[in-house]
């Protein structure tokens, strides 16, 4: 049985002076680990779709404080569709 295919990256493409390609930075000490990040962005889109904006950024500033910052982009497929990316920074 063959193996299945590599995924694709997101089509993203980083601005100029990011090089971390499909790369989500060094994380903090601080840092959720991923799939906490991925159930948050969930939570943060549900209260979105509710118009819940409180609650919404109240899980972005959660998130910042530990070392994780989102940034939501337009999907490629028009439609209104956001996509939330996330990375680790620190100062």
Do not use: M
Request: charged share 30%; aromatic share 8%; net charge negative.
């Amino acid at each position: 049985g063959g193996g299945g295919g590599g995924g694709g990256g997101n089509g993203a493409t980083p601005a100029p002076g990011f090089g971390f390609d499909g790369d989500k930075g060094t994380p903090p000490p601080s840092a959720p680990y991923p799939e906490e990040i991925e159930k948050s962005i969930e939570d943060r889109n549900e209260a979105r779709r509710k118009g819940d904006y409180a609650r919404a950024d109240q899980i972005r500033d959660e998130l910042k404080a530990k070392g994780v910052v989102l940034s939501d982009q337009k999907g490629a497929h028009g439609g209104g569709l956001v996509v939330t990316s996330w990375r680790y920074w620190h100062d």
